[in-house]
T-cell receptor, first 112, second 109 residues
Framework: DVKVTQSSRYLVKRTGEKVFLECVQD?????MFWYRQDPGLGLRLIYF???????EKGDIPEGYSVSREKKERFSLILESASTNQTSMYLC???????????FGQGTRLTVV | KNEVEQSPQNLTAQEGEFITINCSYS?????LHWLQQHPGGGIVSLFM???GKKKHGRLIATINIQEKHSSLHITASHPRDSAVYIC???????????FGTGTRLTIIP
């Protein structure tokens, strides 16, 4: 059974804290993605990685950074959390070409 | 970037009704994705299709590449079908997906 696992389902952090969201996939996929989902806006791409140590900015990268040191793990980092980063964060992975995307269960982050 | 639009945004129906959700996109694509998101957040891939029609149980997805339009149908709808349904299309020749804003479906017993 294929799996994308996010480290936390719910997270509450204070403004200014450094926040790490971890994502692990067991399918040997090259491509991994971080999205945030907000009401009325759908899923928006924050960052994308197509290989180890490779990353590409998505549509809304400001305030975020990522790390991919191993193929199976893709981390999203909020350098200094702000209240406008309160959102649902979803990780996904897929192999290259026209292939199915697999999603993690999501992390609901609240920044207070 | 591929713009993806879904309709309707919200849909409430009685159990047993036939459901249709529509998706249109702006640029040429090789395949379109239909996804389902239940309360709690997790997203599951339902279909990926590049032409014609696909069926899985009571769910049917169709696509018209020339008209840049896809539909998701649910036959004999059931309260457990209540979820948000999302379509997604790739940037042409790109690994990234653009998502519609989703259709919130509620099936009343």
């Amino acid at each position: 059974d294929v799996k994308v696992t996010q480290s936390s389902r719910y997270l509450v952090k204070r403004t200014g804290e450094k926040v790490f969201l971890e994502c692990v996939q067991d399918m040997d996929h090259e491509n991994m993605f971080w999205y945030r989902q907000d009401p009325g806006l759908g899923l928006r791409l924050i960052y994308f990685s197509y290989d180890v140590k490779m990353k590409e900015k998505g549509d809304i990268p400001e305030g975020y950074s990522v790390s991919r040191e191993k193929k199976e793990r893709f981390s999203l980092i909020l350098e200094s959390a702000s209240t406008n980063q309160t959102s649902m964060y979803l990780c996904a992975s897929r192999t290259s070409g026209d292939t199915e995307a697999f999603f993690g269960q999501g992390t609901r982050l609240t920044v207070v | 970037k591929n713009e993806v639009e879904q309709s309707p945004q919200n849909l409430t129906a009685q159990e047993g009704e036939f459901i249709t959700i529509n998706c249109s996109y702006s640029v040429g694509i090789s395949a379109l994705h239909w996804l389902q998101q239940h309360p709690g957040g997790g997203i599951v891939s339902l279909f990926m299709l590049s032409s014609g029609k696909k069926k899985h149980g009571r769910l049917i997805a169709t696509i018209n590449i020339q008209e840049k339009h896809s539909s998701l149908h649910i036959t004999a709808s059931h309260p457990r079908d209540s979820a948000v349904y999302i379509c997604a299309a790739p940037y042409f020749g790109n690994e990234k997906l653009t998502f519609g804003t989703g259709t919130r479906l509620t099936i009343i017993p």
